[in-house]
């Protein structure tokens, strides 16, 4: 009965408590007191949330008249709970995003055109090619910058270096990438003794093999006359092609992988099924942690076709429009985003960045874990023709996953496919543009 | 015979029900290595607590579970605290109003909640509720509500008319038979109706992520999501050894309160 007693008392002061939360998003302060500054951050691994906490609490310290105020959210519903935010007034006034969520909520006014507020210094560390990924119309007829794009992902290839000696193919390395035939050739060389040459995890197949369609020059969208329709031309197919015909006509792709997502095929991979795994930078950090011990890896740069473009998306802090201290908020951003934090930022999440002085930082170029490949492949990305294209959620979706995946599985045919891309594609498309 | 196979099926049962919650108890215990072996293993080779260490070094997870205890027992009191006398009047007393009453808790039931959580949030902010346990509060109950009343109106039917008529015939008002008869065999479904309220709002994601944005107010389910990434990728380890306490509060709760899930009371009661 005690127990009872002091559970329900225990109960009631704790909502009592709660009920002092106050609503809305907590940036408005008092006259004498400090400006509060609430930062949605996403970042979920371990390093990663541990650099983000110590450049919070750095800043507070430094800052005592603009406190930060750190709030964890997740990648998997951040746009749900932003949707919500945003219309009810309550958003975050730092937001940690994706380049590819930006547009739609930049057209719909949400988010602040940071373009006046941009620090020079900050300005000039970041290359253009990353401030691409997050310029979009303003709706006035002007070019917005809607955020500060701070890490980038690109594609490399995972080895496994026992599997690749033995196959004696010549090592592929930054300056020097395999072509895509050479990749070909080398995967079936390695397709021996029950094991295969490569695995491509095509659960989520869009975005990877959008990206590295840049590699031939396809872009999957073209804009004639302010409108954009779908294309799947020659470009476009290379790369589909190619990775079909490593499943099923060169058979040296393990089919087993095709369904799964980008992680999953990892404990195939350490038992020796298949050589190599073509996959974003990040996945290195799953490997280190994973693998058994004495399996050798290495980081090998991802082939090339007539160049060795990719699409880039940017990991990105974007101030909310509604934000009663932008001016405090870009503050803020410019001190978490300088090359030494960036640095921090980017080892943890084992991504790359793009302040060029974060990118020259030893920690960035060692041989130590493919940091100098993964590095060095910063060089090849470009901003992902899709990022601009209004509607490109739904048709990745609604369209291109289920084609994609059909194709893969050889259920249906390269020109089946570049059909439903193209036909079902251009009627999504068309509602945006109405 | 007969018996020992009715208890080898009960065994078989027994372990296909607490199967997840030994795989995430084998789970929070593995190294990462071996969560990444091909063969996955049941007992673990080299238990490690480090999950633990981690789940609970990173996350206030105690703070979450009691926000969550909170937020859950309040929601559930609430709840059939408003659904007992309305299950009553609905089981009870037929008419139009009756049907339509009954029929508008169905369609409730039918809107998807995505559909209403923008004009949801705009009024808890309207009300200073957001950002605040009993905002949250509010809402599982309301959501809860249409349903508890469906099933605590079924336990009521449940209960013969008979009997508050007897209770009338020794003088009893109806008050007095709703307290001293109706309401001790109303028990069982009380008990259920708690339990799947407390259940509801203990494990209910999507309107705390909506309405809880400061940190300090943060639920269970909301601390649990971060140790989760894009596309799917987790941190198995930690996810599971925080999963793993989160489940224990509510196993103590159904623990506790099932001893009053108890059937037959009325068997007999209107043999006549």
Redesign the interface.
Known sequence: MRITSALAAAAILTLAAACGGGGGGGSSSAPNEPVKINFLSLAWQKESVAANKQLVDEWNKANPNIQVTYVQGSWDNVNDQLVTQFAGGTAPDVIHNDSPALSGFASDGYLLDLKDKLPAELKSDIPQSAWDTVTFDDGKGGQGVYGVPFLQESQVIIANKKLLDAAKVRIPTADDPWTWDEFSEAAKKMTKDGSYGVAWAMKSPVNKTLNLALNFGGTFFQTSGGKTTVKVGPEEREVLQRIHDQLYKDKSADPDALGQGTADPLPAFYKGKFAMLPAGVYLRQQVVEQAPDGFEWVTLPAPKGTSAQQGAVSQTLSIAQESEHPDEAMKFISFFLNGTNQAKLAKGDWLLPTSQKAAADPAMTTEENGWDVATASAKNLVVAPFLKVNGFDEWKSKVATPALQEYFANKITIDQAAAKLVEDGNKVLERYQR | MRRVLQYVALVAYVVFLAFPLLWLLSTALKT??E????EPTWIPREPTLANFG?AFG?QDLVGAA??S??VA??ASVITVLISLPAAYAMARYRGLLNKVAIGWVLVSQVFPF?LI??PL??I??DL????????L?VVHVTFTLPFALWMLQGYVRAVPRELEEAAAVDGAGRLRSIASVVAPLLAPGVVATLLFSFISSWNEF?FA??VL?????MTLPLTL?????????A?LGPLAAASLMATIPSLIFFAIIQRRLKSGLMAGAVKG
């Open positions: 990462p290595q969560m990444a072996l091909t981690d990173e009691l926000r205890l909170v027992l309040f995505i959580i923008i949030f705009m808890l902010r200073d509720l957001v950002n605040t346990l009993p905002g509060v999507m992520l909506v944005q400061n940190p300090d107010v999501v971060r140790f989760t990434g894009p596309e799917g990728v941190r």
